[in-house]
């Protein structure tokens, strides 16, 4: 089972809990505030977003409890925790937003609005949240001039001299136009691998995640390298001849000076007529979150008609007419519990990071991607740290890099493997992402023998010798070139002698009737052993069914959780060369329709196998001890081709329990509890078809 599961967003203001006490709330605002001041210096960070934010959460809950114990500078009233400043100071006040987390919060807020209109909006905006440092830039004739960070909304701190780092904040403008722009200054997940291999380049520790990294490197001073930046534009001030432009066309114009805007991001700004639409553009920036290149951690949903706007105002902290839509925290800390080194079906070897569990973009990680060994030095990441943790989307989950802050003592240094830790051969590190020098045939031999197993395609007379000769002599490297073979070559290389070769070739050309279920076993996809494949295969029919299917088809399967369906995908993408060549062999490799599934409910007359309860639905059987003539697999490939579903262990929800040679205490506890038990032979017979449904069911 997977230990990935759908789970809700963490954060929830609405439903926090409120401090009982009052020196437990300024404690909490305490907490806050030297949380926010590392934030927003980008020295690093003392928690994750999501505590941040469910501590602030607590406090506004509190606040709401008792008025009484607010104060007046609360860091749910004012903008950065009222801890940021600096002696720039802005045009008007740079302020933050306000959230929400689910599309009724949302729609009750496009409510709101409504009524401080007296009319619904005049159409809505919807652009990327970046997750990045706001800055204000100056334009004067068309050069840069100013740029400022928020800092405590009313003055930022002088950031010009780090401007040129910034990609998108031109340092000139098509045009001699005098103008302030807003938006967000960030790291791409290119700027970020770059920043880092500059940095530790030159001696220094890793970045922790792209936002700091931002956040320190536009505020640094006198740094010996010049880390990337990219900015997106989402506001502007003064625009000449701006006045009355609707926000979206107020972007364009200042797209065509020359800055990038969130519009022109690869995420877009649709522009909404109604919050229905406004919700299907955020679902669909949700979904895209993952592929953009860099981080977001919501929508931002903005009034686009500036009388809109000008008649909702602002409240100290935040804009009436706009509202954060947050997704699920994407990036959490968890504690890196080991460091595992796979070697993939090319011989690609990487260090995989074993976690405690942890909730990250709304499901539970307990596994993610150190991506290289490079890296991995680099940043002296070391079992016991605590990390941060990061999903987007779909994509396999990552770590960016440690909390170095709380490294325990003793932790020690991750030394790479000097050898394949499969095959004990040598590895080239001539590139990023070392390879076992044997490549594919690092884990031929290992490979064609779990393909040829019985649970597997059944391929008898394919042991371990001949395996070895075959990819030895090169004629067999991944499992379709078995079916290339021919009795004569066979005979010759490996002195079987010709029958058994002949006999040999026979029992390979024959597996290629072996259902879709085997193939997949065979295939050794990750995360999926045979029971689940048999589930896939169930589900899916077809292998191309199969292949089709995307994330979320995957998910529909019993059992299959976001990081098995993306495991799934991505070992199916994986796999595509072997498996067009099974095809071009003419392997079937489709599932025979084994249950007839009549919809539950007295179906009169339905077919019913011998295993289906009345209702249509799956018994629960247990198998223990050996059935004559069956493994366990094909067992439990018995018990669901006679309609059942297969479990390993009894209870009281337990329809039947096979009991053949040499069962143990499944059969004890079966008696005990008064389930059904049938002998082996009985199975087997049943299996035959000599044994009517009635039988059982009776
Ligand atoms: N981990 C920590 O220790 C820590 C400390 C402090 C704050 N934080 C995090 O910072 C956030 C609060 O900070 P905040 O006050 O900056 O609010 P915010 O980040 O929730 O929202 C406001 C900001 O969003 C940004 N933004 C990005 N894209 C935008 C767009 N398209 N249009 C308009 N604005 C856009 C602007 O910079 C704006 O100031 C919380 O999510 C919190 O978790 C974390
Ligand atoms: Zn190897």
Known sequence: MSTMHEVAPVVDAAHAEPYAGREEYADAIRQIRSAAEAYYAGAGLVMDDATYDALLARVAATEHDQPAWAADDSPTTTVAAGIAGGDVPHSTPMLSLDNVFDADELTAWAGRLERLLGRPANGYTVEPKIDGMAVAARYTDGRLTQVATRGD??????????????????????????????????????????????????????????????????????????????????????????????????????????????????????????????????????????????????????????????????????????????????????????????????????????????????????????????????????????????????????????????????????????ACPRCGGEIDRSQKRWRCVRGRACGAEESLSYFAARDSMDIEGLGDKVIAGLVRSGMVTDPADLYDLDAEALARLERLGRTSATKLVATIQASRSQPLSRVLTGLGVRMTGRSMSRRLARHFGTMSALRAAGVEDLQQVDGVGPERAATIAAELADLAPVIDKLIARGLAMSEPELTPRPAPGPAAGAPRLPLQREDGSPMTVVVTGSVPGLTRNEGNEAVERLGGRSSGSVSTRTDLVVVGDGAGSKAAKAEELGVRIMPADEFARLLAGTSPAADVNG
């Open 153 to 418: 909304g009313r003055a930022g701190e002088d950031v010009t001299v780090n401007a040129r780092l910034v990609a998108g904040l031109p340092a000139e403008l098509h045009r001699p136009v005098t103008v302030e722009v807003r938006g967000e200054v960030f790291m791409t997940d290119a700027d970020f691998a770059r920043a880092n291999e500059l940095r530790t380049g030159h001696g220094g520790t890793a970045f922790a995640n792209p936002r700091s990294a931002a956040a320190g490197t536009l505020r640094a001073q006198d740094r010996a390298y010049d880390a990337p930046l990219s900015f997106f534009a989402y506001a502007v001030h003064d625009l000449p001849g701006g006045e009355g432009l609707f926000h979206s066309a107020a972007m364009d114009a200042i797209a065509g000076l020359g800055v990038a805007t969130t519009a022109g991001s690869p995420a877009g700004m649709p522009r909404c007529a109604t919050i229905g639409e406004v919700v299907a553009a955020i679902d669909a920036l949700g979904s895209a979150r993952g592929t953009l290149g860099f981080d977001i951690d919501g929508a931002v949903v903005k009034a686009d008609d500036p009388a809109d706007r000008d008649r909702a105002g602002f409240s100290s902290r935040a804009p009436r007419w706009a509202i954060a839509h947050k997704f699920p925290a994407d990036t959490r800390t968890s504690t890196l519990i080991g460091i595992e080194v796979q070697v993939g079906r090319t011989g690609l070897i990487t260090p995989v990071a074993v976690l405690e569990p942890v909730q990250v973009g709304g499901v539970v990680v307990t596994s993610a991607t150190l991506h290289n060994f490079d890296d991995l030095v680099r940043r002296d990441v070391r079992v016991g740290d605590t990390v941060f943790v990061r999903r987007a989307g779909d994509v396999i989950p990552e770590i960016t890099g440690a909390l170095l802050d709380a490294r325990p003592a003793g932790a020690v240094p991750f030394s790479p493997p000097e």
